[in-house]
């Protein structure tokens, strides 16, 4: 099983950038899914997640109303939808899968992890 993320980019405050990650090798449904970043000098957050149908999604505050997490079982793709871009949010980011019930936040939960997208936003 394999995660490939894509996306990135070098954009300007205020633009949007929609990354992608699509899984090989087994179903959405059998993962909860999550976006993480990592900026320069910093550790690994938590960005988002969606659960194995999509029925629940989750978010860190600083997001929470700008970024949308969604996947398209057919396509085997989980999307994070990134508008209203600020500085802060340049980072590397991952998707990860998780057979846990519900990982939400806990990195340690993520199972399985994508080689990382960059993103860029210049103020």
């Known amino acids: 099983v394999q995660l490939q993320a894509s996306g990135g980019g070098l954009v300007h405050a205020g633009d949007s950038l929609r990354l992608s990650c699509v899984i090989s090798g087994r179903t959405l449904a059998g993962y909860v899914m999550g976006w993480f970043r990592q900026a320069p000098g910093k550790g690994r957050e938590f960005v988002a997640s969606?659960?194995?149908?999509?029925?629940?999604?989750d978010y860190r505050d600083s997001v929470r109303g700008r970024f949308t997490i969604s996947k398209d079982s057919a396509e085997n793709t989980v999307y994070l939808q990134m508008d209203s871009l600020k500085f802060d949010d340049t980072a590397v980011y991952y998707c990860?899968?998780?057979?846990?019930?519900?990982?939400?936040?806990?990195?340690?939960?993520?199972?399985?992890w994508g080689q990382g997208t960059q993103v860029t936003v210049s103020s």
């Open positions: 969606i659960s194995h149908y999509g029925g629940r999604t």
């Open positions: 990860a899968a998780s057979d846990d019930p519900w990982p939400g936040a806990d990195a340690g939960k993520y199972i399985l």
